[in-house]
């Protein structure tokens, strides 16, 4: 029975439709041949697609092999990828095919394979579905293609400072990576002049270099699909004998006599020096050289004796560079000067407060009290000026020190001791890094901490001692410490008197 569909056909002229079942269909059909398949129960059309139903939802499509429509591009954080359509076969003829990405569901549609998916994040790895929609309805969606993870060229890298290890004809050469593209990477430092290179992650080193020459570099990624532009050019350096390394020096802590003692004096080259100052520049140090390294006692406390006054703390040196030791704190009479201040207490004229050094430390608290049990004034930090007391029987507070991150850890180093009471107790603390407290308390060693003012004349607390901190890209250095690694860096911590040779 033909249906009203057959009916329709005849009347139309187009004369009689063959009919059957699946396997009947013409052996040698041309495009346009029309066959009601009587398994299927509906009029099919040929076309160049094959046998497709002319009154049917689409057959479920095949999804090929996905390729990247944008591989060669310069970085981009997105990329494309052109996913084939095969449709599938027994249902009616598709207008359109719908692809979605996995993961993030990003969709696009087009009339005919294949199909150009675009927004994807590079180096992310994606597969695909696929829908085919004609008048009647949307198939159902197509079993995952297999994966494809887009990249691009890789982004162009930041360039860093170039520094000398101290190899004959060698520079290294720092840089930060930008965004890979989506696949490996390798990446190439090139001087100017001489256009000589090297490989690898930072640092890069290039060699053939000629010592006494002055020398900039670029630096590129290369990655599958090609290179990226290249860095702005870095600063000029030249390269030599000499090692370039930066330090941290500080010295010991002041004694305690009824002030508190100032701390060590502090110099760096690395996160902060001492009373706010500028960093102190590398210094460069010529090969084969043995240089000696001191590290300063922290001075003695006294008691609260009139006129008497805490001992300073001992220099630390390295090099050209020198940290003072820490002022004593007053005993009845004026704080020392150092690398920072005693703090001052009241005797029978005004008592000053110690000065601290510029670039290393801060002034002592002063006295403010000229009735007894005179409180006396806190020492001198690094970090910040020794306190003031608070109240006739408490005494000022150390001054906090600072944070120096050399190691690779941020540590305080530095702080002033706490303020005594000539004739009382007190409660004062001292400063952060090693501050001793009140009633004595010693600075904390290898921190360089002042000494705690004494209270009810008892003696005053010791300063602690100082430490000497040295770290290089070098690692041929003999030392009589063995260094610890921080990221690049070889670092040589010293608490005592050493030596260090590259």
Same mark, same amino acid.
């Given at each position: 029975m033909e249906g009203s569909i057959m009916a329709d056909l005849r009347?139309?002229?187009?004369?009689?439709?063959?009919?059957?079942?699946?396997?009947?269909?013409?052996?040698?059909?041309?495009?346009?041949?029309?066959?009601?398949?009587?398994?299927?129960?509906?009029?099919?059309?040929?076309?160049?697609? @094959?046998?497709?139903?002319? %009154?049917?939802?689409?057959?479920?499509?095949?999804?090929?092999?996905?390729?990247?429509?944008?591989?060669?591009? &310069?970085?981009?954080?997105?990329?494309?990828?052109?996913?084939?359509?095969?449709?599938?076969?027994?249902g009616g003829l598709a207008n359109s095919f719908t692809v979605t990405s996995s993961p993030g569901s990003i969709v696009a549609t087009n009339t005919s394979s294949p199909v150009t998916v675009s927004g994807l994040t590079t180096g992310t790895s994606y597969t695909f579905t696929s829908t085919a929609t004609n008048n009647f309805n949307t198939s159902n969606a197509s079993a995952a293609s297999s994966s494809i993870t887009p990249s691009t060229k890789p982004q162009a890298p930041t360039i860093g400072s170039v520094i000398s290890d101290g190899t004959s004809g060698q520079l290294l050469v720092l840089y930060t990576a930008g965004a890979t593209g989506g696949a490996a990477v390798t990446y190439t430092a090139t001087s100017s002049p001489g256009g000589l290179t090297g490989t690898g992650t930072s640092p890069i080193a290039v060699s053939g270099l000629t010592n006494g020459t002055s020398y900039t570099f670029i630096v590129t990624a290369t990655n599958a699909n090609g290179t990226s532009v290249a860095s702005a050019a870095s600063g000029s350096a030249t390269p030599s004998n000499s090692v370039f390394v930066d330090y941290l020096v500080l010295a010991g802590g002041g004694g305690a006599g009824a002030g508190g003692g100032g701390a060590g004096g502090l110099r760096s080259t690395v996160t902060a020096t001492g009373r706010g100052g500028a960093l102190e520049s590398a210094i460069m140090l010529s090969k084969g050289t043995s240089y000696t390294v001191t590290v300063g006692g922290g001075g003695a406390g006294v008691g609260a004796y009139a006129g008497i006054i805490g001992n300073n703390g001992q220099n630390s040196t390295f090099s050209t560079v020198t940290s003072l030791g820490g002022g004593g704190g007053g005993a009845s009479t004026?704080?020392?000067?150092?690398?920072?201040?005693?703090?001052? &207490?009241?005797?029978?004229?005004?008592?000053?407060? @110690?000065?601290?050094?510029?670039?290393?430390?801060?002034?002592?608290?002063?006295?403010?009290?000229?009735?007894?049990?005179?409180?006396?004034?806190?020492?001198?930090? &690094?970090?910040?000026?020794?306190?003031?007391?608070?109240?006739?029987?408490?005494?000022?507070?150390? @001054?906090?020190?600072?944070?120096?991150?050399?190691?690779?850890?941020?540590?305080?180093?530095? @702080?002033?001791?706490?303020?005594?009471?000539?004739?009382?107790?007190?409660?004062?603390?001292?400063?952060?890094?090693?501050?001793?407290?009140?009633?004595?308390?010693?600075?904390?060693?290898?921190?360089?901490?002042?000494?705690?003012?004494?209270?009810?004349?008892?003696?005053?607390?010791?300063?602690?001692?100082?430490?000497?901190?040295?770290?290089?890209?070098?690692?041929?250095? %003999?030392?009589?410490? %063995?260094?610890?690694?921080?990221?690049?860096?070889?670092?040589?911590?010293?608490?005592?008197?050493?030596?260090?040779?590259?």
């Amino acid at each position: 029975m033909e249906g009203s569909i057959m009916a329709d056909l005849r009347a139309s002229g187009l004369g009689g439709v063959p009919k059957g079942a699946t396997a009947d269909r013409p052996s040698s059909p041309s495009i346009g041949d029309v066959f009601y398949n009587g398994t299927l129960g509906c009029l099919e059309i040929y076309t160049s697609q @094959g046998w497709v139903a002319n %009154s049917a939802p689409p057959a479920i499509p095949t999804v090929g092999t996905p390729t990247q429509s944008n591989s060669s591009a &310069t970085f981009a954080a997105t990329s494309s990828v052109s996913v084939p359509i095969i449709p599938g076969s027994g249902g009616g003829l598709a207008n359109s095919f719908t692809v979605t990405s996995s993961p993030g569901s990003i969709v696009a549609t087009n009339t005919s394979s294949p199909v150009t998916v675009s927004g994807l994040t590079t180096g992310t790895s994606y597969t695909f579905t696929s829908t085919a929609t004609n008048n009647f309805n949307t198939s159902n969606a197509s079993a995952a293609s297999s994966s494809i993870t887009p990249s691009t060229k890789p982004q162009a890298p930041t360039i860093g400072s170039v520094i000398s290890d101290g190899t004959s004809g060698q520079l290294l050469v720092l840089y930060t990576a930008g965004a890979t593209g989506g696949a490996a990477v390798t990446y190439t430092a090139t001087s100017s002049p001489g256009g000589l290179t090297g490989t690898g992650t930072s640092p890069i080193a290039v060699s053939g270099l000629t010592n006494g020459t002055s020398y900039t570099f670029i630096v590129t990624a290369t990655n599958a699909n090609g290179t990226s532009v290249a860095s702005a050019a870095s600063g000029s350096a030249t390269p030599s004998n000499s090692v370039f390394v930066d330090y941290l020096v500080l010295a010991g802590g002041g004694g305690a006599g009824a002030g508190g003692g100032g701390a060590g004096g502090l110099r760096s080259t690395v996160t902060a020096t001492g009373r706010g100052g500028a960093l102190e520049s590398a210094i460069m140090l010529s090969k084969g050289t043995s240089y000696t390294v001191t590290v300063g006692g922290g001075g003695a406390g006294v008691g609260a004796y009139a006129g008497i006054i805490g001992n300073n703390g001992q220099n630390s040196t390295f090099s050209t560079v020198t940290s003072l030791g820490g002022g004593g704190g007053g005993a009845s009479t004026n704080g020392a000067n150092g690398g920072c201040g005693g703090g001052a &207490t009241y005797s029978s004229a005004k008592a000053y407060p @110690g000065t601290g050094a510029t670039g290393q430390g801060y002034d002592g608290g002063e006295d403010i009290s000229d009735s007894s049990p005179y409180p006396a004034g806190g020492g001198g930090g &690094t970090g910040q000026v020794g306190q003031n007391p608070t109240g006739n029987t408490i005494g000022g507070n150390g @001054g906090n020190g600072t944070a120096v991150a050399i190691t690779g850890s941020s540590v305080i180093y530095g @702080g002033g001791g706490a303020g005594g009471v000539y004739g009382a107790g007190s409660t004062s603390i001292g400063g952060t890094g090693g501050g001793g407290n009140a009633q004595g308390g010693a600075g904390s060693a290898n921190l360089g901490g002042g000494g705690a003012g004494n209270a009810n004349n008892t003696t005053g607390g010791n300063g602690g001692s100082g430490i000497v901190i040295i770290r290089s890209l070098s690692t041929a250095a %003999s030392a009589t410490v %063995s260094p610890t690694t921080s990221g690049l860096y070889k670092v040589y911590t010293f608490t005592g008197t050493g030596s260090i040779t590259f």
